[in-house]
C-alpha cells in the first residue's frame, strides 16, 4: 500500500522536514538570528492571544475570500517570498502550483532557485520581491523582467540587516555544487537518502540566483548575489519613491514595525505593507509581528492595505492577525515544512490546514465573513502590545541626525 504522505498539523510537516533534509538544509529553513528571541516571540505571541467563541446562532457558511494588492484571494493568506535552495528539486514551481490549485498569490524572491518565468507560467497570481540591490538601473532592470513575466505586484522588502550569526548555527552553504562538495555532503545524503534520490532524479541543484541576470551574462551565484546586495548603499526614503514611481501597480514594503516608517511608506506612496521582522531574521529581540499590528493598523490602517508576517502555523493565527486588523497574512515557514516534506502536495496540504483552520475559527466566532472579525473576537492581554517609533522628535531622526553631522 501505497505510504500515507498527508498530514494533520503544520508541527507535523516540520517534524517530517527534519527527518527528511540533511541537517544543515534544515537549519537554512529554520534561520532565525542571534539567540533566537524575535523567532520564537513571533509564534509565542499568538498563543497569548485567546479565542472568545459562541455557542448558537453560528453562521451556516462562512466567505473567507478577499482581495489585498489588486489580487483576489480565495481565502487571506499568501506565500511569503523565501529565498529557497535545494529543498526540493521543483523548488517555487512546485509551491506555485500549490497556491494556483488553492486560490491564493504567490511572491517570488529575486533569491529564488527558479526563474520568474517558468514561476509565473504555474498560474498562480504572481507578487515579485525585491531588495534594494545593485542600485536604480539595476533593479529598474529586474522589474521590467518581473513585469514582462507577469507580475502584479512588487515587494520590497528592507528589513535585513546583515546579521547573520546565531547560538545554533549558521549551515555551511557552498558557493557551486561540484564534485568535492557533493563529496562533502555525501553524509548528510546518506542519512536522507530520499532527499537525495529527489534530486538525483532531477538533477543537481544549482546555487545561484537566475532572477538576479540583468544581461546576457550568466546567473551570479547565490553569495555573488549576495555581495552585490551587501555592497548596494542603503535606500533612502527618495530612493523609495523613486522606486514607487518605477511600477505602475500595487507595491507593498515588506519589514515595517515602527510607526514612523509606517508613516513614510504611505507619503512614498506604497500601496501596502506587510508588518513584519523577517521571521525573525532581523535584529534580535525585534517583537513579535503580531504585538505591533494594532498600533500600526491604529495610525496608517485607512491609508494603506496592512498585511502581517511572522510566526503564522495555524488558521487560528490568521483569524488572529486578521481580528487585529490585516487584510491578509503571509507565510514562510509553513509552506517550506510542506514543501521539504511533500512537494507540491505538501504545499497544499499545509494551505489545506490553514484554509479549515481560519474557517473554523470564524465559524467559531460567530462571524459569516473574514471581514467581520474584530478585536473583541480576541482575549488580548492588556501588556500585549508594543508600539514603536512613535516619539521620535523630527529633529532627532536618523535623517536630521546625519544630515546635521554633514555625512548626507
Ligand atoms: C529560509 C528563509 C528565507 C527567506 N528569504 C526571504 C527572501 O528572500 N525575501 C524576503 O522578502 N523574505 C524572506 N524571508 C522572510 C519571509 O518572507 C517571511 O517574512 C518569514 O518567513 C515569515 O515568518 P514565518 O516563517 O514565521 O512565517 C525568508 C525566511 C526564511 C525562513
Given at each position: 500500500m501505497a505510504k500515507n504522505e498527508w498530514f494533520e498539523t503544520v508541527a507535523e510537516a516540520q517534524r517530517r522536514a527534519k527527518r527528511r533534509l540533511p541537517a544543515s538544509v534544515y537549519g537554512a529553513l529554520l534561520a532565525g538570528s542571534e539567540k533566537g528571541v524575535t523567532y520564537a516571540d513571533n509564534m509565542a505571541a499568538f498563543s497569548e492571544l485567546g479565542m472568545s467563541p459562541h455557542v448558537a446562532d453560528l453562521p451556516a457558511r462562512r466567505d473567507l475570500s478577499t482581495s489585498v494588492l489588486g489580487t483576489d484571494l480565495s481565502f487571506p493568506v499568501i506565500i511569503s517570498p523565501t529565498g529557497v535552495q535545494a529543498v526540493h528539486p521543483d523548488g517555487e514551481v512546485a509551491v506555485a502550483r500549490a497556491a494556483a490549485a488553492r486560490g491564493i498569490a504567490m511572491s517570488l524572491s529575486s533569491f529564488a532557485s527558479k526563474p520568474v518565468e517558468e514561476v509565473a507560467a504555474a498560474g498562480a497570481p504572481l507578487?515579485?520581491?525585491?531588495?534594494?540591490?545593485?542600485g536604480r538601473e539595476t533593479i529598474a532592470r529586474r522589474l521590467e523582467r518581473a513585469r514582462a513575466a507577469g507580475a502584479r505586484a512588487i515587494i520590497v522588502t528592507l528589513d535585513w540587516s546583515f546579521s547573520n550569526g546565531?547560538?545554533?548555527?549558521s549551515p555551511r552553504i557552498p558557493e557551486r555544487i561540484t564534485l568535492k562538495t557533493m563529496v562533502e555532503y555525501i553524509p548528510a545524503a546518506i542519512t536522507r537518502p530520499g532527499w537525495a534520490y529527489r534530486f538525483l532524479r532531477q538533477g543537481i541543484p544549482d546555487l545561484s540566483a537566475p532572477n538576479l541576470v540583468v544581461g546576457d551574462e550568466p546567473a551570479p551565484t547565490f553569495f555573488g548575489a549576495y555581495g552585490e546586495w551587501m555592497s548596494t548603499p542603503p535606500p533612502t526614503w527618495e530612493d523609495l519613491a523613486w522606486?514607487?514611481?518605477q511600477w505602475d501597480g500595487p507595491m507593498m514594503l515588506k519589514g515595517i514595525t515602527?510607526?514612523?516608517?509606517?508613516?513614510?511608506?504611505v507619503d512614498v506612496g506604497m500601496s501596502a505593507i506587510s508588518v513584519s521582522n523577517h521571521?525573525?531574521?532581523?535584529?534580535?529581540?525585534?517583537?513579535?509581528?503580531?504585538?505591533?499590528?494594532?498600533?500600526?493598523?491604529?495610525a496608517v490602517g485607512s491609508d494603506v492595505e496592512v498585511l502581517l508576517d511572522g510566526g503564522i502555523r495555524r488558521g487560528g493565527d490568521v483569524a488572529k492577525a486578521l481580528a487585529l486588523g490585516a487584510k491578509a497574512v503571509l507565510i514562510g515557514r509553513a509552506y517550506l515544512w510542506g514543501l521539504a516534506a511533500n512537494g507540491q502536495a505538501g504545499v497544499e496540504n499545509v494551505l489545506d490546514i490553514l484554509r479549515s483552520g481560519?474557517?473554523?475559527a470564524v465559524y467559531g466566532l460567530g462571524?459569516?465573513?473574514v471581514h467581520e472579525l474584530r478585536r473583541s473576537d480576541l482575549w488580548i492581554p492588556p501588556d500585549f502590545r508594543r508600539r514603536l517609533g512613535d516619539d521620535v522628535d523630527p529633529a532627532e531622526s536618523p535623517q536630521a541626525v546625519l544630515a546635521a553631522s554633514g555625512t548626507r
Open positions: 507578487h515579485y520581491q525585491v531588495y534594494w540591490q545593485g546565531r547560538d545554533w548555527g522606486l514607487r514611481a515602527r510607526l514612523d516608517d509606517a508613516r513614510r511608506a521571521g525573525g531574521n532581523n535584529l534580535d529581540s525585534t517583537p513579535a509581528s503580531i504585538r505591533l499590528l494594532p498600533d500600526i493598523v491604529d481560519l474557517d473554523s462571524r459569516s465573513s
